[in-house]
């Protein structure tokens, strides 16, 4: 089974330098409703059976074009929502850089609880379940390989990355998400393969190729080519 970890495309609080979280009501921006539209040709190609997505806005509007050109409907999964940042949420990231926690965020995320928020050990724990039970679900519905999107915010593809890539949630601030950007992960009965990360180009065909022999394998041959740690989320 292989997942494209979509992030959300530019939205008005990450042109604004806030911390949106789960603040209602944060839409796309200009840009961010250009890199909405432009994901129908970016993957729409790709043979997309499933697309499920976070409940804030700012992901319903990004997957909207690309789930009408496929004729399909979004499923909303709260387990691939916006870290709640808690108190953070709302405020300006040069106010946030200030706090003592920052710098936990930063240097050892997976101690970071945010103040009357969640941690993000938990954002990991959650987020990851949901893509392994996905892709349990869209397997036994297809019998077989399905190629699937998520629609979901940076810090939690990131957390969902470092799972797939064996490291420490500690490590997860190396990672780029950025808006729309494309990851791929393919899990496998062995262990996930990280095929692809933070892809903004064009086309991402060529980065799921698969050859017979790897196919066997159960993996797939890589190809062509903030959030708290980086963005707002």
């Given at each position: 089974?292989?997942?494209?970890?979509?992030?959300?495309?530019?939205?008005?609080?990450?042109?604004?330098?806030?911390?949106?979280?789960?603040?209602?009501?944060?839409?796309?921006?200009?840009?961010?409703?250009?890199?909405?539209g432009a994901l129908v040709e970016r993957i729409g190609s790709l043979p997309i059976r499933a697309i499920v997505r976070s409940p804030l806005l700012r992901c319903e509007r990004t997957v909207e074009p690309l789930?009408?050109?496929?004729?399909?409907?979004?499923?909303?999964?709260?387990?691939?929502?916006?870290?709640?940042?808690?108190?953070?949420?709302?405020?300006?990231?040069?106010?946030?850089?200030?706090e003592p926690l920052w710098e936990v965020v930063q240097q050892h995320p997976s101690a970071a609880v945010f103040p009357d928020g969640e941690g993000l050990a938990g954002v990991q724990v959650r987020a990851v379940?949901?893509?392994?039970?996905?892709?349990?679900?869209?397997?036994?519905?297809?019998?077989?390989?399905?190629?699937?999107?998520?629609?979901?915010?940076?810090?939690?593809?990131?957390?969902?990355?470092?799972?797939?890539?064996?490291?420490?949630?500690?490590?997860?601030?190396?990672?780029?998400?950025?808006?729309?950007?494309?990851?791929?992960?393919?899990?496998?009965?062995?262990?996930?393969?990280?095929?692809?990360?933070?892809?903004?180009?064009?086309?991402?065909?060529?980065?799921?190729?698969?050859?017979?022999?790897?196919?066997?394998?159960?993996?797939?041959?890589?190809?062509?080519?903030?959030?708290?740690?980086?963005?707002?989320?």
């Amino acid at each position: 089974m292989t997942v494209l970890l979509l992030r959300h495309g530019r939205s008005t609080s990450n042109t604004a330098h806030t911390l949106a979280g789960r603040s209602p009501g944060v839409d796309l921006d200009d840009r961010g409703r250009e890199q909405a539209g432009a994901l129908v040709e970016r993957i729409g190609s790709l043979p997309i059976r499933a697309i499920v997505r976070s409940p804030l806005l700012r992901c319903e509007r990004t997957v909207e074009p690309l789930a009408a050109a496929l004729g399909l409907e979004a499923v909303i999964d709260e387990r691939i929502s916006e870290v709640d940042y808690g108190s953070w949420t709302g405020r300006k990231i040069g106010e946030l850089v200030k706090e003592p926690l920052w710098e936990v965020v930063q240097q050892h995320p997976s101690a970071a609880v945010f103040p009357d928020g969640e941690g993000l050990a938990g954002v990991q724990v959650r987020a990851v379940a949901a893509m392994r039970e996905h892709d349990r679900r869209l397997a036994d519905e297809h019998g077989g390989d399905v190629l699937w999107v998520a629609c979901t915010h940076g810090d939690v593809i990131k957390a969902v990355l470092a799972d797939a890539l064996g490291s420490h949630l500690d490590s997860f601030q190396r990672i780029n998400a950025d808006p729309a950007s494309v990851s791929v992960i393919r899990y496998t009965p062995v262990r996930p393969f990280v095929i692809h990360v933070n892809h903004t180009g064009s086309a991402l065909n060529a980065a799921l190729s698969v050859t017979p022999a790897d196919e066997k394998k159960g993996g797939t041959l890589p190809a062509g080519d903030g959030v708290v740690g980086g963005s707002t989320g």
